[in-house]
């Protein structure tokens, strides 16, 4: 988030881990934070491990890993601008973890873990896809959905007159939550169908034909 901040000019609160951290632009100022209950962040290890993923955990100030080599890691460390820290065990980790991440190029493997996880975790986590190939496990209430409500409270607006964009099954979430809730085109069908409206791809300037249409025009047809 930090190469957004400076760039759009950001004032307001920012989510992270899906909700599981909410703060200031100066990312030192923490509004809220939900940590995964005492004892589920080794239970859901377990499970995403069952499924052979590779497994990240995310604690409030720092990313760890197992394995810098293991797939997707150099592409997570150039996103986000800083490396993980490489451990050989997340014991002694686990008592303040924000969110835990399952990774693998098996799709299908990515999919069926995602439902194993929410069996196993039930209603003591969120376990959600953000990419085909991640699944985050968060606090009950740290996800999107909470996030568009959160935001709500601080800034006294109701939720009815929030719009969201996303293309993940994490998204829908805060789709069901916010006012206007818009797709991205290269959203899944189950994604698309949970939305108000659909925009183009990410490759055809999705965001901004978004705002421009269901956005800006939305609102200067109401002056």
């Given at each position: 988030m930090a190469m957004l901040i400076d760039?759009?000019?950001?004032?307001q609160p920012l989510a992270a881990f899906n909700g599981g951290v909410l703060i200031l632009p100066d990312l030192k100022t923490v509004v809220d934070q939900?940590?995964?209950p005492a004892g589920m962040p080794e239970k859901v290890i377990k499970a995403i491990e069952k499924h052979g993923l590779d497994v990240w955990v995310y604690t409030d100030t720092e990313w760890f890993v197992r394995d810098p080599n293991a797939p997707h890691v150099a592409r997570e460390q150039w996103t986000v601008k800083f490396p993980p820290t490489v451990v050989k065990?997340?014991?002694g980790l686990l008592g303040r973890v924000a969110k835990i991440v399952g990774i693998s190029?098996?799709?299908?493997r990515v999919a069926q873990c995602e439902k194993d996880v929410q069996q196993a975790g039930g209603t003591h986590i969120s376990?959600?896809?953000?990419?085909?190939y991640y699944l985050d496990v968060t606090h009950p209430q740290a996800n999107k959905g909470e996030v568009v409500l959160s935001i709500s409270r601080l800034l006294n607006i109701?939720?009815?007159?929030?719009?969201?964009?996303g293309d993940m099954p994490n998204d829908v979430?805060?789709?069901k939550k916010?006012?206007?809730?818009i797709a991205m085109g290269n959203a899944s069908p189950e994604v698309q169908a949970s939305a108000t409206y659909v925009t183009t791809s990410n490759e055809e300037e999705g965001f901004a034909n978004a705002i421009e249409k269901f956005v800006l025009n939305v609102r200067s047809a109401k002056v």
């Amino acid at each position: 988030m930090a190469m957004l901040i400076d760039t759009l000019k950001l004032t307001q609160p920012l989510a992270a881990f899906n909700g599981g951290v909410l703060i200031l632009p100066d990312l030192k100022t923490v509004v809220d934070q939900k940590f995964l209950p005492a004892g589920m962040p080794e239970k859901v290890i377990k499970a995403i491990e069952k499924h052979g993923l590779d497994v990240w955990v995310y604690t409030d100030t720092e990313w760890f890993v197992r394995d810098p080599n293991a797939p997707h890691v150099a592409r997570e460390q150039w996103t986000v601008k800083f490396p993980p820290t490489v451990v050989k065990t997340f014991a002694g980790l686990l008592g303040r973890v924000a969110k835990i991440v399952g990774i693998s190029d098996d799709l299908e493997r990515v999919a069926q873990c995602e439902k194993d996880v929410q069996q196993a975790g039930g209603t003591h986590i969120s376990a959600a896809r953000s990419q085909p190939y991640y699944l985050d496990v968060t606090h009950p209430q740290a996800n999107k959905g909470e996030v568009v409500l959160s935001i709500s409270r601080l800034l006294n607006i109701p939720a009815a007159e929030i719009a969201t964009i996303g293309d993940m099954p994490n998204d829908v979430l805060m789709f069901k939550k916010s006012g206007v809730s818009i797709a991205m085109g290269n959203a899944s069908p189950e994604v698309q169908a949970s939305a108000t409206y659909v925009t183009t791809s990410n490759e055809e300037e999705g965001f901004a034909n978004a705002i421009e249409k269901f956005v800006l025009n939305v609102r200067s047809a109401k002056v």
